[in-house]
């Protein structure tokens, strides 16, 4: 009986004791959204697919230590109407408390109510940066003109 339990309890503690720490990025595979664009086949040499301007939405999530980040790139987009695509589809914790419009100069907008302290706006040509200030982190929202697309990105971090 006492081997058994000793083995159990080496198994135990050498499962337990397993080392993970290597891997603090963990990437995963594109999300594909609003897919309705069809490709009519070519009979020319094949185009080599960019990052930078897919046909498709797509979005990318990354997580390091503790910041989650959302990218997706719209296609043929204006950084308003994806700013508004944003707040109706609440994308964005609190996104009902964002500025109707998307504005043309930096402010801050003082809230103070539930966990909510500020949003601030900091606004350059062809990009707007938006950060909710929260008691337990910051929430920011990056938009950026890049040509006919915009990129939207997501970044929640913690204290």
């Known amino acids: 009986m006492k081997k058994i339990s000793f083995i159990a309890l080496t198994l135990f503690i050498v499962t337990g004791c397993k080392n993970d720490s290597k891997q603090t990025v963990h990437e995963k595979e594109p999300i594909k959204k609003d897919s309705i664009v069809a490709k009519a086949p070519t009979a020319e040499k094949p185009v080599e697919e960019s990052k930078e301007i897919p046909t498709l939405k ?36 609190k996104a009902e408390l964002l500025l109707s419009e998307l504005p043309k100069q930096s402010s801050e907008k003082e809230i103070h109510q539930d966990g909510l302290e500020t949003i601030s706006y900091k606004v350059s040509p062809n990009k707007v940066e938006i950060e909710f200030l929260f008691a337990g ?21 913690a204290d």
């Open 58 to 93: 797509e979005c990318t999530e990354k997580t390091v230590e503790y910041e989650t980040q959302l990218e997706c790139i719209f296609p043929k987009s204006k950084m308003e109407d994806i700013y508004q695509r944003t707040i109706k589809e609440k994308e964005v914790e």
């Open 137 to 157: 982190g910051v929430t920011t929202l990056e938009l950026e003109q890049k040509g006919e697309n915009v990129k939207r990105t997501i970044i929640h971090s």
